[in-house]
């Protein structure tokens, strides 16, 4: 009799269960919306959505099975994402959420890189702006976006955004226009950590190019990047130096008005390849921006990471930093792309 209530018993035993934490308040969250996915090689398949209870514990019934699964908790508007692997515990999972604020708090912008491009008579442009967020609380703001920027006119509204969360995925997003005339909007929450957006754009351009713009937020760096044979010139613009695998060159700007006028022609896909003693070979990048976000975004990380460098070697220091000083943050930003 007792076997007979045992297997009885069986499917009411959960699959996957564990809590929801608030890292904000520092305990359980009753009342998150927590779903479960099954990742597979037909794409992602919702299986079971719950609320947490008063104690913040969630318990699923669907099994996702032996292979990867992902736990989306959702509360105060905004999502979290906790990965299961195929050794990860399936018992006492902790969720972990946030609350949120419209207003920025403690996310600020730390650092800002445009890439211009010159090639067939356009200009391409490529944004990496990071946010840093050291508080307890998500910057969420649906109505106004967590980050505005300014498109010239040129772009015909054209531009592409990709979004990556703190260790996420970049996923892409929607610009939205603004009140203010060129000024976009994206609706994608800065959570605490590093969050990073990506914007690619093309504007027609005659020899040399001018390229008018404007950076929105007053807080971070500011850095200028060209490929090798193409140099720009403007006012509050400073070449740094050269990063040594693909002698990009890399300009600091001062103020948020953007006027530089940009000859010759090149893309980061026509660097040569790097050897081992200089760093991470480019050799993966593809001609076109729109290929390459991963291999841009490292390149963004060391690029700035050279210009802190050289601006901060010493004003009797030359201004050219040597591949030994720079060769760990070209690996580093590799590792992270």
């Not at 976006?145 to 772009?155: C, D, H, N």
Request: aromatic share 8%; net charge neutral.
């Amino acid at each position: 009799m007792r076997f007979f209530i045992f297997l009885l018993a069986v499917p009411l035993l959960a699959a996957i269960d564990g809590a929801v934490i608030n890292r904000t308040t520092g305990k359980p969250q009753t009342g998150a919306t927590v779903t479960v996915y099954k990742l597979g090689t037909a794409g992602i398949e919702s299986l079971e959505t719950v609320k947490s209870d008063a104690a913040g514990k969630f318990s699923f019934t669907a099994d996702p099975g032996p292979g990867p699964s992902l736990l989306q908790g959702a509360w105060d508007g905004v999502t979290y994402n906790k990965m299961l692997t195929p050794n990860t515990p399936r018992t006492g999972v902790e969720v972990d959420v946030w609350n949120s604020q419209s207003k920025p708090g403690d996310a600020k912008v730390t650092q800002h890189m445009l890439l211009f491009e010159p090639v067939g008579g356009k200009l391409v442009v490529n944004e990496n702006i990071i946010y840093q967020n050291s508080g307890l609380t998500s910057y969420n703001n649906p109505d106004n976006g967590t980050l505005q920027f300014y498109l010239p006119p040129e772009a015909d509204g054209k531009v592409k955004v990709e979004c990556t969360a703190p260790q996420g995925m970049a996923i892409e997003r929607a610009a939205v226009p603004t009140k203010t005339p060129n000024v976009y909007g994206v609706d994608f929450p800065v959570k605490p950590g590093e969050t990073r957006f990506q914007l690619t754009y093309e504007i027609p351009a005659a020899s040399p190019a001018v390229f008018t713009g404007k950076i929105l937020h007053k807080e971070g760096t500011t850095r200028l990047v060209t490929p090798k044979g193409v140099t720009l010139k403007g006012e509050g613009v400073q070449e740094l130096g050269r990063e040594p695998a693909t002698q990009a060159a890399i300009y600091s700007l001062t103020g948020q008005n953007l006027k530089v006028e940009i000859e010759g022609a090149g893309s980061m896909g026509d660097a040569p390849a790097a050897s081992e003693d200089e760093g991470p070979g480019i050799q993966e990048i593809l001609p076109r921006v729109y290929d390459r976000v991963y291999i841009v975004l490292g390149l963004a990380v060391a690029i700035l990471a050279l210009g802190f460098v050289v601006l901060y070697r010493g004003p009797n220091s030359p201004q050219v930093a040597t591949p030994a000083q720079v060769a760990p943050s070209l690996a580093k930003g590799k590792r992270r792309a």
